[in-house]
């Protein structure tokens, strides 16, 4: 079983669209993330949830909207898609400030 | 701004080498991860060192952690073809939860 998954693996989409990827973990960790990889391998954390409160808010466009219904799922919504969006997004879990479990990534390609 | 920087950069060597990897950061840390990601694929943890921990150990992995000089080693020995990936530190320094800050990488090529 797949302890984080994240869906859909690749998304190609075009500017100004909205979309939104989906992040679920079986793990029973209290807290998800979304963290986003440039094309130089860059990663920097996005968004922190802890048992669907919102902890770590980045500075990021608010054209980004996390969304966790409940602690096991952590959703990434995209609104007004932009070229720079482009990147791999990765969805993370853990249990309190335990080691991170991440997903296999997202790859965005905004044309 | 970036916590963790890594050098080298890049790292190329033999099957059966030693590879060390080196990780500096800024600012004071809880712990510090390590994490490997293969081409195209999600980061695996490898190793979580705590603050006050000195150094780990976890098969062919040796982590060391130098809070003095915040900074921290990792040392993967009788090296594989299959260890070719990029390394990543990540300093984690949040109040709640994680807060990973990650650093550029290395990228280590080992040739059979």
């Known amino acids: 079983d797949t302890a984080v998954s994240q869906t859909p693996k690749y998304l190609v989409t075009q500017m100004g669209n909205d979309k939104s990827i989906k992040c679920e973990q079986n793990?029973?960790?209290?807290?998800m993330y979304w963290y986003k990889q440039d094309s130089k391998k860059f990663l920097k954390i996005m968004f922190s949830?802890?048992?669907?409160?919102?902890?770590i808010n980045e500075t990021v466009p608010n054209r980004f909207s996390p969304k966790s219904p409940d602690k096991a799922h952590l959703n990434l919504h995209i609104n007004s898609l932009e070229l720079g969006d482009s990147a791999v997004y990765f969805c993370?879990?853990?249990?309190?400030?335990?080691?991170?479990?991440f997903g296999s990534g997202t790859r965005l390609t905004v044309v | 701004s970036q916590q963790g920087e890594e050098d080298p950069q890049a790292l190329s060597i033999q099957e059966g080498e030693n590879a060390t990897m080196n990780c500096s950061y800024k600012?004071?840390?809880?712990?510090l991860q390590w994490y490997r990601q293969n081409s195209g694929r999600g980061l695996v943890h490898l190793i979580l060192?705590?603050?006050?921990?000195r150094e780990k150990h976890s098969g062919r992995l040796r982590v060391t952690l130098d809070t003095s000089k915040k900074s921290s080693s990792l040392l993967i020995t009788a090296s594989r073809a299959a260890d070719t990936a990029s390394y990543f530190c990540?300093?984690?320094?949040?109040?709640?939860?994680?807060?990973?800050?990650f650093g550029e990488g290395t990228q280590l090529t080992v040739n059979p």
């Open positions: 993370a879990s853990s249990q309190g400030k335990g080691a991170g479990t």
């Open positions: 793990l029973g960790h209290d807290t």
């Open positions: 949830y802890n048992n669907k409160e919102l902890i």
């Open positions: 600012t004071s840390i809880n712990n």
């Open positions: 060192i705590r603050s006050n921990e």
């Open positions: 990540a300093t984690d320094s949040g109040t709640s939860g994680s807060r990973l800050t």
